[in-house]
DNA sequence: CGCTGGTATCAGCGAGCGATGATGTGACAG
DNA sequence: CTGTCACATCATCGCTCGCTGATACCAGCG
């Protein structure tokens, strides 16, 4: 099967903001007042990005009191490494399947 | 630094269409009539999409005649997978790295 | 040269998405 | 119980981006 990445996962890592959250998380574990002084946008603009991320399933929540804390979840960074992985071996065969042009 | 993966390729691999466009390359090098076929697209949404893969850096394109061969550029696959395997690894540590509640 | 076919570019439209403010909920402190 | 704080949800605005049709460009063929 050739790897057809989860767009999901891919479009949730496409927005700047999501991409500086998820690198910031893959340094510690924070919860969402971490965030928003670490980025410098405001709580609710966060809140909407982490539901993105917790939906595309690139992140848990642990609850702490009050406060929530958000973990990456490595495994799927990890498939997503595979996948590109696989994806680049194929595409160096590739270019010697050239189809004949029509 | 924590490899900040580059966020336009991982914006170019957010569009459905471009990512099937990839996973359409990574197995046979192909112009533009081709991805047409393939795809079903317009001609023109194709070579939208096509152009900002060239500009993404993702692609390469080499003439043959009147056609225009696109092909995967394997080193930036692997980069990804690479900084994706980086981030999945400092994930793994981060569990462990909680900043305290405030 | 003129014509045909393969591609790229441009302009315009419409949907989707990110940012923001107001509001709701649940947990702790007093 | 009441207030406060951390966080989520909702509704809305504005802009970006993808799609489409028209058009321009270039290579080969007769």
Same mark, same amino acid.
């Given at each position: 099967?050739?790897?057809?990445?989860?767009?999901?996962?891919?479009?949730?890592?496409?927005?700047?903001?999501?991409?500086?959250?998820?690198?910031?998380?893959?340094?510690?574990?924070?919860?969402?007042?971490?965030?928003?002084? !670490? %980025?410098?946008?405001?709580?609710?603009?966060?809140?909407?990005?982490? #539901?993105?991320?917790?939906? /595309? *399933? $690139?992140? !848990? %929540?642990?609850?702490?009191?009050?406060?929530?804390?958000?973990?990456? #979840?490595?495994?799927?960074? /990890? *498939? $997503?490494? !595979?996948?590109?992985?696989?994806?680049?071996?194929?595409?160096?065969?590739?270019?010697?399947?050239?189809? /004949?042009?029509?």
């Amino acid at each position: 099967m050739l790897t057809s990445v989860d767009p999901d996962v891919i479009r949730a890592l496409g927005d700047p903001l999501r991409l500086k959250i998820v690198t910031l998380l893959a340094r510690e574990t924070l919860c969402t007042t971490h965030l928003v002084e !670490e %980025t410098g946008a405001k709580q609710t603009n966060l809140s909407n990005h982490m #539901k993105v991320l917790r939906e /595309a *399933g $690139l992140v !848990e %929540t642990e609850p702490c009191g009050r406060f929530i804390y958000y973990r990456l #979840k490595p495994e799927v960074l /990890a *498939g $997503l490494s !595979e996948q590109f992985a696989d994806l680049a071996a194929s595409a160096r065969t590739a270019a010697e399947n050239k189809r /004949a042009c029509p």
